[in-house]
């Protein structure tokens, strides 16, 4: 396009992609391409990131300078590297100094673009991350006067990270030693920057031993503690090493959750060709204590996923249109580190029936989180997971098929669960020979796993305090007897009383017995169009 067009429209090729996914990398080849002869081109390459923070006029001077260079020096391409950092998207309802600022500088490049570029044989050629985050000034949905020619660097699959890997280590290892598909088949999501990274420091811990080869070694030390660039920005959570093993009880949740998680990473073949869509939503629910936060992160572990895991007043803002805008970023940092599961705790704090807030900030919220669990931009490699004892209260639309439409129930443990939750907690516990767990389950009626948790430590305590009556250094750690297991059980009660259980089974009993879940216990909803 650049070299063949000769009608003085204005081309601009937008080349968008993931950040380190090579985009300056690619316009430094064009440019070395297209400097020599035959074509003799000359280029201007403007990084838009070294701008941001500049003042308006100066901005405008400095963009000038590089337009005058390219007329004078006609043909020319100038390259405008990162454009979304002067010329990003702003949310319409978003009224501030930034939004002001970053409006004015999109008129200012689309301007001088138009005035400048027309009638000059003079080609752009602008990045950025994503194509939709360009401020309306330059992209605008209509009344275009600049042609625009959209390029994505597609995802790197497991095919291209092998060949990429194999060319960086080429002369730096034996190919026929290491095996490099044992590290591809784990790198979902990665983009070039980071097999390059890889390479680099696998390649400095050979040198740092003095090696002259790299080895399975030196990959393995550097791949168990290696962060992609799309996880940099991202706070991904861990439950350390806390796998199923570790959950007591809940063994029809974790068996959902294997089938909704692992089953599709491990017969993507299967699942690809099913003529249904895949589930990718999935509501726990259950009263307080019960482990729903807790079976999340093992399965994270479990099922070797990634962890995003939200808070739900952390997205509510008092700004106009923020909350909204922090929604559609965490869906957007979720694809950035698929596979992964985005976790949201304490859901019905931010997702509740719309029509019963004054303000309008939830019902915007909920309306966003349609959208994005609606599959207007795709989910693949991501799974919703979202927790909440108060499955009554939510927003009735995020529970129809395609959104969490797969609800499990995380119930108060029997006998046998609380026995399992014992042993599970107890793992790196002490305890005396006369220890007899079922006992303690059998006494512990109505007791959830937290308040078990509570148990255990109470019995520590106790244990710890007899000791050191009898050796005040305590050099190792003391024994657990039934007894203290039984003074912990008399001398504490279940987080929730008999009523609060009752309530909550009425609540849990409504629910599940409502076919569409818009008529729980009674409530009244306003009409919406979801």
Same mark, same amino acid.
């Given at each position: 396009?650049?070299?063949?067009?000769?009608?003085?429209?204005?081309?601009?090729?937008?080349?968008?992609?993931?950040?380190?996914?090579?985009?300056?990398?690619?316009?430094?080849?064009?440019?070395?391409?297209?400097?020599?002869?035959?074509?003799?081109?000359?280029?201007?390459?403007?990084?838009? #990131?070294?701008?941001?923070?500049?003042?308006?006029?100066?901005?405008?001077?400095?963009?000038?300078?590089?337009?005058?260079?390219?007329?004078?020096?006609?043909?020319?391409?100038?390259?405008?590297?990162?454009?979304?950092?002067?010329?990003?998207?702003?949310?319409?309802?978003?009224?501030?100094?930034?939004?002001?600022?970053?409006?004015?500088?999109?008129?200012?490049?689309?301007?001088?673009?138009?005035?400048?570029?027309?009638?000059?044989?003079?080609?752009?050629?602008?990045?950025?991350?994503?194509?939709?985050?360009?401020?309306?000034?330059?992209?605008?949905?209509? #009344?275009?006067?600049?042609?625009?020619?959209?390029?994505?660097?597609?995802?790197?699959?497991?095919?291209?990270?092998?060949?990429?890997?194999?060319?960086?280590?080429?002369?730096?290892?034996?190919?026929?030693?290491?095996?490099?598909?044992?590290?591809?088949?784990?790198?979902?999501?990665? *983009?070039?920057?980071?097999?390059?990274?890889?390479?680099?420091?696998?390649?400095?811990?050979?040198?740092?031993?003095?090696?002259?080869? *790299?080895?399975?070694?030196?990959?393995?030390?550097?791949?168990?503690?290696?962060?992609?660039?799309?996880?940099?920005?991202?706070?991904?959570?861990?439950?350390?090493?806390?796998?199923?093993?570790?959950?007591?009880?809940?063994?029809?949740?974790?068996?959902?959750?294997?089938?909704?998680?692992?089953?599709?990473?491990?017969?993507?073949?299967?699942?690809?060709?099913?003529?249904?869509?895949?589930?990718?939503?999935?509501?726990?629910?259950?009263?307080? #204590?019960?482990?729903?936060?807790?079976?999340?992160?093992?399965?994270?572990?479990?099922?070797?996923?990634?962890?995003?895991?939200?808070?739900?007043?952390?997205?509510?803002?008092?700004?106009?249109?923020?909350?909204?805008?922090?929604?559609?970023?965490?869906?957007?940092?979720?694809?950035?580190?698929?596979?992964?599961?985005?976790?949201?705790?304490?859901?019905?704090?931010?997702?509740?029936?719309?029509?019963?807030?004054?303000?309008?900030?939830?019902?915007? *919220?909920?309306?966003?989180?349609?959208?994005?669990?609606?599959?207007?931009?795709?989910?693949?490699?991501?799974?919703?997971?979202?927790?909440?004892?108060?499955?009554?209260?939510?927003?009735?639309?995020?529970?129809?098929? #395609?959104?969490?439409?797969?609800?499990?129930?995380?119930?108060?443990?029997?006998?046998?669960?609380?026995?399992?939750?014992?042993?599970?907690?107890?793992?790196? *516990?002490?305890?005396?020979?006369?220890?007899?767990?079922?006992?303690?389950?059998?006494?512990?009626?109505?007791?959830?796993?937290?308040?078990?948790?509570?148990?255990?430590?109470?019995?520590?305590?106790?244990?710890?305090?007899?000791?050191?009556?009898?050796?005040?250094?305590?050099?190792?750690?003391?024994?657990?007897?039934?007894?203290?297991?039984?003074?912990?059980?008399?001398?504490?009660?279940?987080?929730?009383?008999?009523?609060?259980?009752?309530?909550?089974?009425?609540?849990?009993?409504?629910?599940?017995?409502?076919?569409?879940?818009?008529?729980?216990?009674?409530?009244?909803?306003?009409?919406?169009?979801?």
């Amino acid at each position: 396009m650049i070299i063949h067009d000769s009608s003085m429209t204005i081309h601009i090729c937008m080349m968008y992609g993931k950040s380190g996914s090579g985009k300056t990398t690619l316009l430094n080849l064009i440019k070395n391409k297209l400097s020599d002869s035959p074509f003799r081109l000359h280029f201007e390459i403007v990084n838009c #990131g070294t701008l941001k923070g500049k003042t308006l006029d100066s901005l405008s001077r400095m963009l000038y300078c590089n337009i005058v260079r390219a007329i004078y020096f006609q043909p020319s391409v100038i390259l405008l590297d990162d454009l979304n950092a002067i010329c990003g998207k702003v949310e319409r309802e978003i009224q501030t100094q930034e939004s002001v600022v970053v409006n004015r500088s999109s008129e200012i490049v689309r301007d001088l673009l138009n005035i400048y570029l027309t009638h000059n044989q003079i080609q752009v050629i602008a990045t950025c991350e994503n194509i939709t985050q360009i401020n309306e000034y330059i992209l605008p949905a209509r #009344g275009k006067r600049v042609l625009w020619h959209p390029f994505k660097i597609e995802d790197l699959n497991q095919s291209d990270r092998l060949s990429l890997l194999r060319f960086l280590f080429s002369n730096k290892t034996n190919l026929d030693v290491v095996d490099l598909e044992k590290y591809t088949s784990q790198m979902d999501g990665f *983009v070039v920057q980071d097999l390059v990274d890889f390479t680099n420091k696998a390649i400095f811990e050979s040198i740092k031993e003095g090696c002259s080869q *790299v080895s399975s070694i030196h990959c393995d030390n550097v791949f168990s503690n290696f962060s992609p660039v799309s996880l940099q920005n991202i706070n991904t959570h861990s439950f350390g090493d806390k796998d199923f093993s570790d959950v007591g009880g809940l063994e029809d949740v974790k068996t959902i959750l294997i089938e909704s998680l692992l089953w599709p990473l491990q017969y993507p073949h299967l699942f690809a060709s099913a003529p249904l869509r895949l589930q990718t939503g999935v509501l726990l629910y259950g009263p307080p #204590g019960t482990g729903k936060t807790l079976v999340a992160g093992a399965a994270a572990k479990h099922c070797n996923l990634r962890l995003i895991a939200i808070k739900g007043p952390e997205l509510l803002s008092k700004y106009i249109g923020a909350s909204e805008q922090a929604v559609r970023q965490i869906f957007e940092k979720a694809q950035s580190a698929k596979p992964c599961i985005l976790f949201f705790d304490e859901f019905d704090s931010f997702a509740p029936r719309r029509g019963h807030d004054s303000t309008g900030v939830t019902d915007r *919220v909920v309306n966003q989180l349609l959208t994005q669990l609606d599959g207007v931009e795709s989910l693949s490699g991501v799974c919703v997971l979202a927790a909440t004892s108060r499955p009554d209260l939510l927003d009735p639309a995020l529970l129809r098929p #395609g959104r969490l439409d797969k609800q499990i129930f995380c119930p108060f443990p029997d006998s046998a669960a609380r026995l399992a939750i014992l042993k599970a907690l107890s793992k790196s *516990v002490k305890f005396a020979n006369n220890v007899n767990l079922s006992e303690i389950a059998n006494l512990a009626e109505n007791y959830s796993g937290a308040d078990l948790q509570g148990v255990l430590c109470t019995a520590h305590l106790a244990a710890v305090e007899e000791a050191m009556g009898h050796d005040k250094e305590l050099k190792e750690d003391p024994e657990i007897t039934q007894e203290h297991l039984k003074d912990a059980i008399v001398n504490s009660r279940p987080s929730l009383s008999r009523d609060e259980r009752a309530k909550y089974e009425r609540i849990y009993k409504k629910f599940e017995g409502s076919p569409n879940k818009l008529d729980l216990l009674g409530a009244v909803q306003k009409a919406t169009l979801a």
